[in-house]
């Protein structure tokens, strides 16, 4: 049973350009949570996506897009970057049942880094 | 806002006993107890609810006191492979998004 796949695992790019991370979920979950953790942090809240929409929404700019697909992968897209931006992007799978009651379940996340 | 975690690091001998606390200024919901290794991903190790209920790891304890806020993390008789960070994520204040502390950086040595 495949568990949480990100895409890329690294990469790097430069100020002002504009990124794509992927994410497939753990098979049988259908709610994708994106989280930006910088070296030394916790993770934080990016967004939520069930049933293709944006659910929850944390405190990022409207830079930071994202999208989820009929098969509950999802997309994390970053315009305009800037060097504050360079982290490990992870992306955490759950099923939206009781989702406050049941573990996410992380990706090994993508590491960004901005020149 | 983010949950407190304290302490911020702990380094122990093999076999020793740690407690790990993460407190809220926002009533909590439900806590979740997370470990990530240097380089990997975080693993889930226990979920607290309000209530009393909690989904998790045989080997680890924990508890949540509602009336304080506050969940504590118990690490008993505690191996090598427990090294790593503990990060506790909260649901609070009717909020529906799981927010992470700062995490406690653990060292387990021989």
């Known amino acids: 049973d495949a568990g949480v796949t990100q895409s890329p695992t690294h990469l790097i790019k430069t100020r002002g350009q504009q990124v794509t991370l992927r994410c497939s979920p753990k098979?049988?979950?259908?709610?994708v949570s994106w989280y930006q953790q910088a070296l030394g942090q916790g993770p934080q809240f990016i967004f939520q996506y069930y049933e293709e929409e944006e659910r929850q929404r944390g405190n990022f700019p409207d830079r930071f897009s994202g999208h989820q697909f009929p098969n509950y992968s999802s997309e994390l897209n970053v315009n305009a970057l800037l060097l504050g931006d360079s982290a490990l992007y992870l992306c955490a799978s759950s099923s939206q049942t009781g989702v406050s009651n049941q573990p996410q379940h992380f990706g090994d996340g993508t590491r960004l880094s901005i020149l | 806002q983010q949950p407190v975690q304290s302490p911020q690091a702990v380094i122990l001998r093999e076999g020793e006993d740690a407690v790990i606390n993460c407190s809220s200024s926002?009533?909590?919901?439900?806590v979740h107890w997370y470990r990530q290794k240097h380089g990997e991903a975080p693993v889930f190790l226990m979920i607290l609810l309000k209530g009393g209920e909690q989904k998790g790891h045989e080997k680890i304890s924990a508890s949540f006191n509602e009336k304080k806020q506050q969940s504590s993390l118990y690490l008993t008789a505690s191996q090598l492979s427990y090294s790593g960070t503990y990060f506790c994520g909260a649901y609070q204040g009717g909020s529906e998004k799981l927010v992470f502390g700062k995490g406690t950086k653990l060292t387990v040595n021989p």
């Open positions: 098979s049988g979950h259908d709610t």
């Open positions: 926002k009533a909590l919901y439900s």
